[in-house]
């Protein structure tokens, strides 16, 4: 079955850096678009960032320059770096996949001094 298991969240102060991971099982992960998505207390969802099958990247104009998005095919396994981190990035981040359309459950990212 498809399984995305995130990890590598955690809390962290105001300007540092976290790596996550996102491992897949059960899919054709090096066919697939990956992305990182995010909730806040009381918000929606939000795209975080995305890397297509050929690597092409896509962020969100609040993570842009800080955040990076990539992947690794020989190990089914997709990385956001965060660095610069602000108190606004604090949300659980969830990994996605887009064939089929599944979630992982979630990482928590507390930002705060």
Not at 20 to 40: H, K
Not at 61 to 74: E, Q, Y
Request: charged share 15%; proline share 4%; glycine share 10%.
């Amino acid at each position: 079955q498809v399984q995305l298991v995130e990890s590598g969240g955690g809390l962290v102060q105001p300007g540092g850096s976290l790596r996550l991971s996102c491992a897949a099982s059960g899919i054709f992960f090096s066919v697939n678009t990956m992305g990182w998505y995010r909730q806040a207390p009381g918000k929606q969802r939000e795209l975080v960032a995305v890397v297509s099958r050929s690597g092409s990247t896509n962020y969100a104009d609040s993570v842009r320059g800080r955040f990076t998005i990539s992947r690794n095919n020989a190990k089914n396994t997709v990385y956001l770096q965060m660095n610069s981190l602000k108190p606004e990035d604090t949300a659980v981040y969830y990994c996605h996949t887009t064939v089929p359309d599944f979630w992982g459950q979630g990482t928590q990212v507390t930002v705060s001094s």
